[in-house]
């Protein structure tokens, strides 16, 4: 069984602050994916990530890669309310399966 | 987002009723998925099927679950004499290419709640 453990599992901050999630995991992943879930609705994509050590932004977004390929963070960066939400990582294997992390909830309060 | 539809968005059984959940991909996308959630969890695998064939069912539940994906038409998930354990959000996703780059990502759709009375 391939298992996602993402921490923190729940984050509260001020509006401003900066802040990590971590998606780690024991096993190699093909590309790993971040979503964000606002309640009562689906996941939304914000990236991909295929290459080990790779470096995506998105806005005020940082996403990584580890180099083994079995770890990812997202940093965001001057946290703002709007980015209020559910933070899933998952990840993807040549089966076509995805493995989805517990997910982080985060809360930015004004 | 990516044009993923699922309905109902809304669903209320009753004990031993039959669920039926509709999925219709992204136009062009072949390959679906099928998601549990419960309430501030992550999403847990339940199928993943292409046209017509069911590639990879080991999160379903062996008995009273099942999938299809026929080639006209949309995906459905029917659950048959629910319980009310089975009250959850189904999410359903959809994706390009085969599995085999393994880079393909799915897309969401929003989702059916299911309520189990």
């Known amino acids: 069984t391939q298992l996602l453990e993402q921490s923190p599992q729940f984050l509260s901050i001020q509006e401003g602050e900066n802040l990590t999630v971590y998606c780690n995991s024991s096993?190699?992943?093909?590309?790993l994916q971040w979503y964000r879930q606002e309640p009562g609705e689906g996941p939304v994509l914000l990236v991909t990530v295929v290459t080990g050590g790779e470096v995506k932004k998105l806005k005020r977004l940082t996403f990584q890669f580890g180099d083994a390929r079995k770890d990812s963070s997202l940093h965001i960066t001057a946290a703002q309310p709007g980015d209020t939400g559910l933070y899933l990582c998952a990840g993807a294997r040549n089966t076509g399966k995805s493995t989805f992390g517990d997910g982080t909830t985060l809360t930015v309060k004004p | 987002n990516a044009g993923v539809m699922q309905n109902p968005r809304h669903l209320v059984r009753r004990r031993g009723q039959e669920a039926r959940l509709r999925c219709s991909p992204v136009?062009?996308?072949?390959?679906v998925y099928w998601y549990r959630q419960l309430p501030e969890e992550g999403l847990k695998f339940m199928v993943y099927l292409q046209k017509e064939n069911i590639i990879d069912e080991s999160g379903m539940p062996k008995e009273r679950f099942s999938a299809e994906f026929p080639k006209e038409g949309p995906s459905i998930l029917r659950i048959q004499q629910v319980v009310r354990g089975d009250s959850a959000a189904y999410f359903c996703?959809?994706?390009?290419?085969?599995?085999?780059?393994?880079?393909?990502?799915?897309?969401f759709g929003p989702g059916t709640r299911l309520t189990v009375l």
């Open positions: 136009k062009g996308h072949s390959h």
């Open positions: 096993s190699v992943f093909s590309s």
């Open positions: 996703a959809s994706s390009p290419l085969s599995g085999g780059l393994g880079t393909d990502t799915q897309y």
